[in-house]
């Protein structure tokens, strides 16, 4: 009978000791999906609002029917509409479906050694964008209104076509931190929904913003000169030169020193919308190009897996069917 209990207290302390959480037990554990907050709805009609949210519907059964979390809860969300500034035209709604990678994480503070959570925010994220490019200061399906900030847009690098799609890089966007963004673009045509900005081009945008910074601020016009003369000069040469893409660098807005090599550090593709790529007549819900953004935070085994799941899962030849439609 001793020996029946002692068994019995040795099985139970085995038990209580296997049930106790891991991050690596954890990582393993089936994960779940879960409905987020629903986003922002503004400028979008009724009629298009349900064209809308139906693709982006397709979209998550897409990815659902196809990937299951595992270590985590996926907390996804969708977001429709638009914020126009004056003079800007869109010619299709952005709208963004959006995935959240939740780790379930051992609860250190509970007497009870096997609980967990889920954690309440994350650094890997997964967004599928339409219409709209938000890295990209953001370029809409529109036209750069006359009072945008700057008058064109900063690209880091240029697309490069990899399986038949559009890369557009993998960006470190925390220095303190190993967080990377993979991005993508999925097009009509293998065109491209921004044109590049010509050396001419941005000269005269350049001056015309140090001429409206010399009228706001009486006195300056001694310390701009010099970037005035600058900006002349550069105008005056061969029209093959400025025709050239502007590759400018990012602390040399309104204090023009010059044009740099492309992949200089810290230099930028000065770029705008391509009206011209756009089917006006398409009705505004219609997708006409598809940014897909991976946010991942490396080094963290669910993050990492999980993402590598849903890139997977997320099937670019089914977005680029979905475009137009």
Not at 123 to 136: D, E, G, K, Q, R
Not at 155 to 182: A, C, H, M, T, W
Not at 229 to 254: G, K, T, V, Y
């Amino acid at each position: 009978m001793k020996y029946i209990i002692l068994v019995s207290v040795v099985f139970f302390t085995l038990s209580a000791v296997a049930q106790d959480c891991t991050q690596e037990m954890l990582a393993q554990k089936p994960g779940t999906w879960k409905a987020g907050m629903k986003g922002s709805i503004a400028g979008v009609t009724a009629t298009d609002l349900a064209r809308e949210k139906a693709l982006l519907a397709d979209i998550h059964k897409m990815v659902s029917s196809n990937y299951s979390p595992t270590g985590c809860q996926l907390l996804y969300s969708t977001a429709f509409g638009k914020y126009p500034m004056e003079g800007q035209t869109y010619i299709a709604d952005p709208y963004t479906y959006s995935m959240y990678i939740l780790r379930y994480l051992c609860d250190k503070n509970s007497e009870d050694k096997s609980k967990y959570y889920v954690d309440i925010s994350t650094p890997t994220t997964v967004n599928i964008v339409a219409n709209s490019i938000p890295f990209l200061s953001i370029l809409y399906a529109a036209n750069l209104p006359d009072g945008n900030f700057r008058g064109y847009l900063k690209l880091e690098e240029r697309p490069v076509k990899k399986d038949g799609y559009y890369f557009l890089s993998n960006e470190k966007v925390d220095p303190k931190q190993e967080i990377v963004e993979y991005r993508w673009l999925i097009t009509f045509n293998d065109t491209l929904p921004f044109t590049y900005l010509s050396r001419k081009e941005y000269l005269l945008i350049q001056k015309k913003r140090l001429e409206k910074s010399v009228k706001e601020s009486p006195g300056s016009e001694k310390y701009t000169q010099k970037y005035f003369d600058r900006i002349n000069e550069f105008l005056s040469r061969p029209e093959d030169e400025l025709s050239q893409d502007a590759i400018c660098m990012w602390n040399d807005e309104e204090r023009f020193e010059g044009f740099v090599k492309e992949g200089t550090s810290g230099s930028f593709i000065a770029v705008k919308p391509n009206l011209s790529y756009f089917r006006k007549k398409l009705p505004m819900s219609s997708p006409q190009f598809f940014t897909v953004v991976y946010k991942l935070s490396q080094g963290e085994p669910v993050f990492e897996a999980n993402i590598a799941a849903i890139k997977q899962a997320v099937d670019f030849a089914k977005l680029r069917g979905m475009l137009g439609k």
